[in-house]
T-cell receptor, first 112, second 112 residues
């Protein structure tokens, strides 16, 4: 079964607004990653946060991790039309099994 | 630029006719992954290689096979494609297992 569940499944906002997506997972992890996927394309890595970290920033992206609640959030500030894509969280379990398990994804649409 | 290349980008095959998808990388990464992604779903891991060590997911059908003749190349063989195998197939690499993955653009497979 899939490790991660993402919320919401779909999100539409006006350009310039902030977008927040949430990810919940089930087992203990080594790290959690966020990926973006434009329609019909491969995934692009955005950010990795380790289990001992609580917050990480990269440009307009801010990721938080709460291991006690087994949840993470991705905030995109000052959204742009080019941010329209699907966003997936992915976790590496602390069994160290060399692989990621992807969440169900959030489809983000930025309205110009 | 270092990258992950998948060929072909689109593949049409007939029901039951074997098909091979290819992936190459210039990143010199130890780990290579194959994912299947159906419309509006998360990528589903089929198998991965850590160097030459092959790791099959428990729920990957026997119809799917893989070969990794060297560090740079990895192939996905579908021995007898069914209509349910129509999907996007994504190849990814990782320098450190369980950490950032670099994806190719994917091969979209259509089964007639």
């Amino acid at each position: 079964s899939q490790q991660g569940e993402e919320d919401p499944q779909a999100l539409s906002i006006q350009e310039g607004e902030n977008a927040t997506m949430n990810c919940s997972y089930k087992t203990s992890i080594n790290n959690l990653q966020w990926y973006r996927q434009n329609s019909g394309r491969g995934l692009v890595h955005l950010i990795l946060i380790r289990s001992n970290e609580r917050e990480k920033h990269s440009g307009r992206l801010r990721v938080t991790l709460d291991t006690s609640k087994k949840s993470s959030s991705l905030l995109i500030t000052a959204s742009r039309a080019a941010d329209t894509a699907s966003y997936f969280c992915a976790t590496e379990s602390n069994f160290g099994n060399e692989k990621l398990t992807f969440g169900t994804g959030t489809r983000l649409t930025i309205i110009p | 630029d270092a990258m992950v290349i998948q060929n072909p980008r689109y593949q049409v095959t007939q029901f039951g006719k074997p098909v091979t998808l290819s992936c190459s990388q210039t990143l010199n990464h130890n780990v290579m992954y194959w994912y299947q992604q159906k419309s509006s779903q998360a990528p589903k891991l089929l198998f991965h290689y850590y160097d030459k060590d092959f790791n099959n997911e428990a729920d990957t059908p026997d119809n799917f096979q893989s070969r990794r003749p060297n560090t740079s190349f990895c192939f996905l063989d579908i021995r007898s494609p069914g209509l349910g195998d129509a999907a996007m197939y994504l190849c990814a690499t990782s320098g450190i297992a369980g950490e950032t993955q670099y994806f190719g653009p994917g091969t979209r497979l259509l089964v007639l």
